[in-house]
């Protein structure tokens, strides 16, 4: 889904695991965090501030570029060196 404001990729896989990302122009975006149930933490990974959630069996990461926020989601847990190949691979659109 490409949209003027941002864009959505949803990738599943035959077992129904997913990865959802959104990019989002950083002017107007808004989060919110239910800081009541499940986990949350904040990492240093490379460059980037990365805030992580984990609620339901839901994995969230969430960071922004200065111009853009990201938004992945998935049902697997990621490893560091996972979400650096996804910060690496991704191309502004």
Do not use: C
Request: aromatic share 16%; no cysteine; glycine share 6%.
């Amino acid at each position: 889904n490409i949209r003027p404001m941002g864009v959505q990729y949803e990738f599943k896989n035959a077992n129904e695991d997913y990865i959802w990302f959104e990019q989002k122009s950083i002017d107007g975006t808004n989060f919110y965090i239910d800081s009541e149930s499940g986990y949350s933490q904040i990492s240093e990974i490379q460059d980037y501030e990365v805030y992580y959630r984990n609620v339901n069996s839901t994995h969230i990461y969430v960071w922004n570029d200065g111009k853009y926020s990201m938004n992945l989601r998935s049902n697997k847990g990621l490893s560091n060196k996972e979400i650096i190949s996804i910060l690496h691979g991704i191309l502004i659109k």
